[in-house]
Each structure stands twice: as structure tokens, then as C-alpha cells.
């Protein structure tokens, strides 16, 4: 497999692994969190950076946000040259693959919507995220959201931060609940920006180890079912001051998002 840095384009080549509905539970939250705005974009463009070996990533992703926008554009962007010429076949209205990495080669300048960057930024250091974070931001719309993070193989756990133009605004863990021990798990997943802060004395671990203690408490839930053992640990997590952002229809998916400030560095 190629590796190193990639001629004409921002960025290192990743080990491009993937697999069909990986990124499931992040396009989901993506598809109810931007309806609004993917519904009134007049460019309702997303970009999948970093799709990997295979573009089933930017397939599913057209699919669940054309279930709000029938008119949304999903751009594959991969700086692996090998790996664009393999998704060409998939190529069809609304969707096509580039080759490019963070300077995103969006042609006429048009900018995203979305920009959803998942387990692109996993092998780089923790210095560069910020500087990968703002050349990021500078390319979206007007009320667009960069989605970066990272999942296991098959996606069943999976932390990601939504950012705006203007910063960093919340983290969401999201999990399936049948596979889950305890939400700590979760930290393994944890993005680049904070996977080396699971410590104590670090906001995240606070959270982490307060989280576990909901958890705890909430086990005599257990026979009604790991969902319901979940929506009675974030309301305890809420009670306690966190600042929870969603509701209960998504704390039902075996999700919670918090404001980005109580978890940052």
C-alpha cells in the first residue's frame, strides 16, 4: 500500500480501510442534525474525505442525505490517485471522486455544505488537528459543519466532533448499545483531539469516568434492556450539569452530544 505524502494535494496517504455501512451512525446523526440547512442550501454539496480503498463511505452517504435533499451532491475526495481511479465506475448523478486531500479541489470553487472526514486524521500527530480543523472550516458554506472522527471496523462505536465556521461546538459518542460494557469503552474511538487526554485531571476523563458512574447506577435498568439503562444514564449525566445537547430521540440511538467546551483540552 502507498504511503507518504501525496504529490499536488494537502495531506498523507491513509490506510484507507473500510467497509459497506462503517459510517452508518454518523450519517444519521448528520442527515437529522443538517436537515434544516440541507433543505435551504442552494449548493446542497457534502465532501467525503479520505472514502479510503473503496467509495462505499460517499455511496451511503448520498443516499442518506438525498432521503432530506433529493437534490444533495455528495464529492468523494481521496489523495490516493489509485483509489479515485477505482471509484470512477461508481460515478453517477450527484456523485463524483476527486482527487485532492484537505485543499479540497472542489471544481469552480464551490463550497461544501459538509465536509465529513472520518478516521482521516487518526495517524497524524495531535499538533496538526488544529491546523487541519481551520483549512477545513475556511472551505465551508455559510452554515456548513465539518463532521471529523473515528469508528471501529464496522461501526459500532464511534465519537465524532461537528465543527462550524467558526470552531469546534459539540462531541457526540455514539454506540451500539447490545455491544456495549461500559461508555469508557468509547474512548478508544475518541478523536485525535482528545485520544491522548483520557487521563485524569482532563475534561474528557471526567466525563468518561462520570459517565460510567451513571451507568452504574443506572444497571437495575437492565432487564428492560440496554436502551433503556442508556436514556436513564444521560438524563442522570444532564441532572448532574452536563451539558447535553440532543433529546431523548437520539439518546434512543445509543448516542449523546455534549457541548464541545466541557470535554476540550
Known amino acids: 500500500m502507498s504511503s507518504g505524502r501525496a504529490v499536488g494535494a494537502v495531506g498523507t496517504v491513509t490506510r ?24 435551504g442550501a442552494a449548493d446542497p454539496l457534502a465532501v467525503d474525505l479520505g472514502y479510503g480503498a473503496a467509495p462505499w463511505t460517499a455511496v451511503e452517504l448520498l443516499t442518506r442525505l438525498r432521503r432530506v435533499r433529493p437534490q444533495a451532491e455528495v464529492a468523494g475526495v481521496e489523495i490516493e490517485p489509485a483509489r479515485v481511479a477505482a471509484a470512477l465506475p461508481y460515478t453517477r448523478d450527484g456523485l463524483t471522486f476527486l482527487h485532492g486531500g484537505f485543499e479540497l ?10 465536509i465529513r472526514a472520518a478516521n482521516v486524521l487518526r495517524q497524524y500527530d495531535e499538533a496538526e488537528v ?9 472551505r ?9 472522527g473515528t469508528c471501529d471496523e464496522i461501526g ?18 455514539a454506540t451500539r448499545l447490545g455491544s456495549l460494557h461500559r461508555p469508557s469503552d468509547l474512548a478508544e474511538r475518541l478523536p485525535k483531539a482528545l485520544i491522548h487526554h483520557n487521563v485524569p485531571g482532563e475534561p474528557v476523563h471526567t466525563f468518561l469516568t ?20 442508556w436514556i436513564r444514564a444521560v438524563r442522570d449525566l444532564r441532572d448532574q ?9 437520539r439518546w434512543r440511538q445509543g448516542e449523546i452530544t455534549l457541548a464541545w467546551e466541557s470535554v476540550a483540552p
Open 16 to 39: 484507507g480501510t473500510t467497509n459497506p455501512n462503517r459510517l452508518r451512525r454518523m450519517d444519521r446523526w448528520i442527515a437529522a442534525t443538517l436537515a434544516r440547512e440541507l433543505r
Open 130 to 138: 488544529a491546523g487541519v480543523w481551520a483549512a477545513l472550516r475556511a
Open 210 to 229: 462520570a459517565f460510567d458512574r451513571a451507568w452504574a447506577s443506572a444497571a437495575p435498568l437492565s432487564s428492560l434492556g440496554a436502551r433503556q439503562r
Open 140 to 148: 465551508l458554506a455559510p452554515g456548513g459543519l465539518l463532521v471529523e
Open 156 to 173: 459500532r462505536r464511534h465519537v465524532w466532533v461537528a465543527l462550524g465556521p467558526e470552531g469546534p461546538r459539540s462531541i457526540t459518542f
Open 105 to 114: 479541489p472542489l471544481p469552480g470553487g464551490r463550497r461544501p455544505l459538509l
Open 241 to 249: 450539569g452536563w451539558p447535553v445537547l440532543d433529546g431523548p430521540t
